[in-house]
Each structure stands twice: as C-alpha cells, then as structure tokens.
C-alpha cells in the first residue's frame, strides 16, 4: 500500500483534537516505514486520540499483542500473494485462521470485527491475477471463522480499488462494474449481502485533489462543503 497514505493518515490523526473524532472514524495501520513506532506506543495515540478502529495489511505479531484487551475494533488483511494458497486448500485457510485470528482471541483478546481478504486484488495493473482467486479464498476463510466459531463476530471482506468501477458520465448513478469484472463483482456482492459483511472500497480523494488540476477541493474533504455539490436524479454528492 501506499506510505504515503499511512503518513498522512497518521499526520491527520494527531492534529484532530480527540473531542471532535467521528465516531467512524478509523484509520489504516501501515508497517513499511523508515522509523517504524513501538506498536503499544501507537495504541497509546490512537486511545488519546479515541480512534476506535484500525485496519492492519498483515496479523502482525506485535500489532495484535499490543491491541489485546483494548476494545478497538480491528480489521485484520491477508496479503494478496497468499490469495492463491488460501483458494486452493481450505486447510490453509484453516491454519491461517487458527495461527492470526483465534490464537489472539479470548480474554483480554483482541477485538476482531474483519478479515480482509487482499488487497485491491482487482487493480486493472494486476492483469486479472486475483480476480478468480479472491472470491474463493474469502469462501474458505469464513468456512474456518464458521467452524472456530466466530463467524458471526468477524466478517470477510476485499477492499477494492475504485478502478473496479466505471462511469462513462461521472454521473454516480450510471456507474457500473468494469466489464471484465461484472461476474466477479456479481459473486463478491452476493457474498458479502448473504453474509451481511460490508462493501469496501478504497478511495484516495488526495490523490484525485492532487493528480487532477481542476479537481474541486470540497470533493477531497468530508466536511459537506457543498459550493461545488452535484446533482444526481435529487441526490446532491458533495465529496467523492
Ligand atoms: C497485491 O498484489 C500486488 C501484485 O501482486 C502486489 O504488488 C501488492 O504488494 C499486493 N498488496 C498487498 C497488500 O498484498
Ligand atoms: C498467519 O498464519 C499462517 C499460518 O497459516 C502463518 O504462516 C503466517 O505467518 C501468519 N501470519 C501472517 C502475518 O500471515
Ligand atoms: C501486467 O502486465 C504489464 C504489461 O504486460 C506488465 O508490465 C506488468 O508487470 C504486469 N503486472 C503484473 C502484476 O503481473
């Protein structure tokens, strides 16, 4: 993933004072950097500054020990080069579960709410590797949440890139699924509806703010600024 965001994310992150944090809001815990933090002095900013959520790439050890017996809710990502092995054999999803989500549960466990299976396993610059591999591998990991018995407690889901989506008009409402991708999606979103999980899409408006002259401002920000607010069949969108 990009450095970049997790920077930036973590700059945002200390300048909000803790009184006026969304409640939803969360942020992504990134490990590829040149002064990587103590994982419990992180706990400690994201407590201070009552973020109740993150989301880690990997089940990285030292991570989930220092957030057991918090009550942060945790996404936890399986890294896209094991999408393979995880669709092939349920036993490997078997082992993963056991190894990166039941061994840290229990008491004073830690708080799991998501698998994340990939990671933007359908970016158009993948070539198509993930896009029959993705579905099947989440299939197994919720087979082996279902028999750990906490399936119920931890849904699966794929973050998507915002690629997997097209709109010939800009206009939301005549967005569709790539076309390459129209079944895939069609079985992920049957999926994730049966099982109640969430959609997830990865959105970098910063990068649309900053990559695109033009782009208007309000769009990159959440604050329902709405001087440049679109209007779609009366639906009015004010950010990206
Ligand atoms: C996803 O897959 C691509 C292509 O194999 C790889 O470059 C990237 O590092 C992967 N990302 C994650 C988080 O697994
Ligand atoms: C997760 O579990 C597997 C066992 O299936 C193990 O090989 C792996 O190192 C564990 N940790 C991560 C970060 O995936
Ligand atoms: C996708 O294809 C392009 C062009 O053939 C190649 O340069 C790139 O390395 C490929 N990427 C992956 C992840 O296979």
């Known amino acids: 993933m990009l450095q970049a965001q997790v920077f930036l994310w973590a700059y945002i992150l200390l300048f909000f004072p803790a009184s006026i944090v969304a409640q939803g809001l969360g942020v992504n815990w990134g490990v590829i950097a040149s002064h990587p933090l103590d994982p419990k002095i992180v706990v ?16 990285e050890h030292d991570i989930l020990t220092a957030l057991s017996g918090t009550d942060i809710e945790v996404m936890v990502g399986i890294p896209n080069h094991s999408l393979e092995s995880l669709s092939e054999k349920y036993s490997v999803a078997q082992a993963w579960v056991k190894a990166n989500i039941t061994a840290y549960m229990g008491k004073k466990g830690v708080n799991f709410k998501y698998v994340a299976v990939g990671n933007e396993p359908f970016l158009a610059a993948y070539n198509g590797t993930y ?14 949440l279902n028999e750990a018995g906490v399936g119920k407690d931890i849904k699966v889901s794929t973050p998507l890139n915002g690629d997997v989506y097209i709109t010939p008009t800009y206009k939301p409402s005549d967005g569709i699924f ?63």
Do not use: W
């Open 131 to 144: 896009n029959d591999l993705t579905l099947p591998a989440m299939k197994n990991i919720l087979k082996a």
């Open 178 to 240: 790539r076309h390459d991708l129209a079944d895939i999606m069609n079985g992920i979103c049957e999926f994730l509806h049966k099982n109640n999980a969430a959609f997830i899409v990865n959105i970098y408006p910063f990068l649309n703010l900053y990559q695109n002259p033009g782009f208007p401002e309000p769009y990159a920000f959440f604050d329902n600024d709405d001087s440049n607010s679109m209007d779609d069949h009366g639906v009015k969108y004010c950010s990206v």
């Open 44 to 59: 400690n900013m994201l407590k201070d500054n009552g973020i109740k959520k993150v989301k880690l790439f990997h089940a």
